[in-house]
């Protein structure tokens, strides 16, 4: 059973950090492409960041220079640094993988800049 859970985030302040972690069991970890995406209120998800096995990432416009991607495959966790966070970071975060043409995703994890 593919299982995706996100953790790590919260409330932090306009200019601050956060880290996510996204921990996955059922597959094959290391041989599988990682995405974040995040949904705000009223709007629609939005891919944020993405790793493929290979390690190659691509963001989003909005968060390069800001967010990393990256992926400890001994853990099977797969993480986003925010920095430089801004009130219109704000939303839930989830963590997305495809594994044999199936799409799987997290519960999500709430984050909320504001001073």
């Known amino acids: 059973q593919v299982q995706l859970v996100e953790s790590g985030g919260g409330l932090v302040q306009p200019g601050g950090s956060l880290r996510l972690s996204c921990a996955v069991s059922?597959?094959?970890?290391?041989?599988?492409?990682m995405g974040w995406y995040r949904q705000a209120p009223g709007n629609e998800r939005e891919l944020v960041a993405a790793?493929?096995?290979?390690?190659?990432?691509s963001y989003a416009n909005s968060v390069k220079g800001r967010f990393t991607i990256s992926r400890d495959n001994a853990k099977n966790t797969v993480y986003l640094q925010m920095n430089s966070l801004k009130p219109e970071d704000a939303a839930v975060y989830y963590c997305?993988?495809?594994?044999?043409?199936?799409?799987?995703w997290g519960k999500g994890t709430l984050v909320t800049v504001s001073s």
């Open positions: 997305r993988t495809t594994y044999y043409g199936i799409e799987y």
């Open positions: 059922g597959i094959i970890f290391s041989s599988y492409p």
């Open positions: 790793i493929a096995g290979d390690d190659t990432t």
